[in-house]
């Protein structure tokens, strides 16, 4: 027991491990995942690839031939370069690594509205920064005056902006966004999480040269590769520069960086793969709108937020049938009796329509 006291944080002692419960047998809604695989013939193909990988050797760190694939496919705008992440998650880790200032009196401050992805608040403490999050409003809509009292307050060194949110599922005003680049100026940069632009299908990427304080973040998780793990993000060359030097140099392994080349050379089957989610939200979302008693967000992600008169016990009810969605409820105020529900296949969609219909009476 002293041993545990003695080496580890007492922050960290405080606090339960991030839970992903065995999920086997389960319809799996909850964690915005592509329900679809890559087709037979690619996967047979990729197969041939990646049996053909230097697995004895180190990657290249510069990893230049999958970040000029991504440059190209991407719509990164001509003179900029990526940086690679174990995800867009060791990204946003390695921010906060690089701006924690070794200030205890004043710690550089970590901002982002809430409800938000979490990992921005948990990353921040891990690395020393402070957090201050600002409530949406009820619409979700980011509350201008409060984010910019807030920016004069606190001078942040860090914005997180996730661009649609999780788990609202909404896009901020573009023009909310831009005041709030122009708010933060030189004092701290904006970083524009596009986790789920092949469902939102609008950017800031091409509008980097427009801002120096600019970070445009993507993942190719949600596209359909959750599994293989890789984040980039773009951003002005001073910037990278800083950022290149806390990155582990290996980060990316050759299988990661072998596939992700592959898929994107066949970009256009997760496109239309995409294409496909988003034409069933617009019909699952009408659906469960039709249901009484039952308020569905607008959404530009690949899942949907519901409210109901008692999510707690649809939630453990669609648990009882082996349903899995996430419980948002307790997350904030805001989001009191909400569900987020992934967006699947029309028959996965069909098969939590029917459960959720039996668990709402
Ligand atoms: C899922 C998600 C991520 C994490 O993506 P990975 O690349 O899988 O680590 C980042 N930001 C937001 C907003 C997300 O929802």
Do not use: W
Request: aromatic fraction near 8%.
């Amino acid at each position: 027991m002293s041993l545990i006291e003695n080496i580890i944080r007492p922050d960290v002692r405080a606090l339960s491990a991030y839970h992903v419960g065995a999920s086997d047998g389960f319809l799996k809604l909850d964690a915005m995942e592509n329900p679809y695989m890559l087709p037979e013939e690619l996967r047979v193909e990729l197969g041939r690839r990646l049996a053909d990988v230097a697995l004895n050797r180190y990657p290249i760190p510069s990893y230049p031939a999958l970040k000029a694939a991504i440059r190209e496919k991407m719509g990164v705008p001509k003179g900029y370069d990526v940086m690679l992440g174990n995800g867009s998650d060791e990204l946003i880790s390695l921010l906060m690594v690089a701006c924690a200032r070794r200030d205890l009196n004043a710690p550089a401050i970590v901002m982002a509205p809430l409800p938000t992805f979490v990992m921005y608040a948990m990353f921040a403490q891990f690395s020393g920064m402070g957090f201050v999050g600002i409530s949406l409003k009820p619409d979700f809509s980011l509350d201008m005056p409060a984010m910019l009292a807030a920016i004069r307050q606190h001078k942040p060194a860090i914005i997180y902006l996730a661009y649609p949110n999780n788990p609202t599922g909404n896009l901020f005003a573009e023009g909310d966004i831009v005041d709030i680049l122009g708010a933060v100026g030189e004092s701290g940069i904006v970083v524009v999480d596009e986790a789920y632009q092949p469902f939102a299908q609008t950017s800031f990427m091409s509008r980097l040269p427009e801002f120096e304080n600019l970070v445009v973040m993507r993942t190719v998780s949600k596209l359909g590769l959750a599994g293989v793990r890789l984040g980039y993000m773009s951003a002005s060359k001073a910037l990278l520069e800083q950022f290149e030097k806390v990155r582990p140099p290996y980060n990316v392994n050759v299988l990661t960086d072998a596939a992700v080349q592959f898929a994107l050379e066949n970009l256009q089957v997760l496109d239309y793969q995409a294409a496909l989610l988003r034409g069933e939200r617009e019909k699952q979302a009408a659906a469960l709108a039709a249901l009484p008693g039952v308020e569905v967000f607008p959404s530009n992600a690949n899942f949907l937020l519901l409210r109901v008169a008692n999510a707690e016990q649809v939630f453990e009810k669609l648990l009882a049938r082996k349903v899995l969605i996430r419980n948002v409820g307790k997350m904030h105020a805001l989001l009191s009796n909400c569900l987020r529900v992934n967006v699947s296949t029309p028959e996965e969609n069909k098969q939590f329509l029917d459960a959720f219909k039996m668990c709402l009476s």
